[in-house]
Every structure is written in C-alpha cells, then in structure tokens.
C-alpha cells in the first residue's frame, strides 16, 4: 500500500467442532453482547468486563463441581 502496510487474505479452510467450513481470521462470535459505556469508560469503569465477570460468578455458583483432595506428599525422593 502506498502507506508501507499491505494486506494479507486468507487462503485456506478448516473444519471447525461443528463440522463446519472457517477460515481464519473469521473472530469468535459473543456469547452476550454488552455496549461499552464511553462515559462510564471515561469514568474508569469498563461495564463489559463487569458483565463477564457477573456472568462467570454466575456461572461459578451454580456450577457441579466435585471435591478435591491433594494427593499425599511424597516420602521418599523421585517418587
């Protein structure tokens, strides 16, 4: 380009976990579309990150996760 840059299209296709045909460069779609607030950017609050972290508490809350325990220190060395 007359400005130094250039542009670079993708030339090949993948399948993806769907079976489907991609390409590259093709960006993962949103789960939950959140605007970004520029006055409250402005203000230092990003309400998009907020809105992913409510929505991972949430799903933390609610989430069957089973109990762990370590397993025993080892007692003797290289085991």
């Given at each position: 380009m ?20 991609t390409?590259?460069n ?29 929505v991972v ?5 609610s989430a ?16």
């Open positions: 007359i400005d130094g840059g250039r542009l670079a299209v993708p030339n090949f296709r993948f399948y993806d976990t769907s079976g489907r045909f390409i590259e093709e960006g993962v779609a949103t789960d939950i579309t959140v605007e970004l607030d520029p006055i409250a950017l402005d203000r230092g609050q990003d309400t998009q990150l907020e809105a992913a972290i409510g508490l949430q799903q933390l809350e069957d996760l089973p109990a762990r325990t370590p397993p025993p220190y080892p007692t003797e060395i290289g085991k």
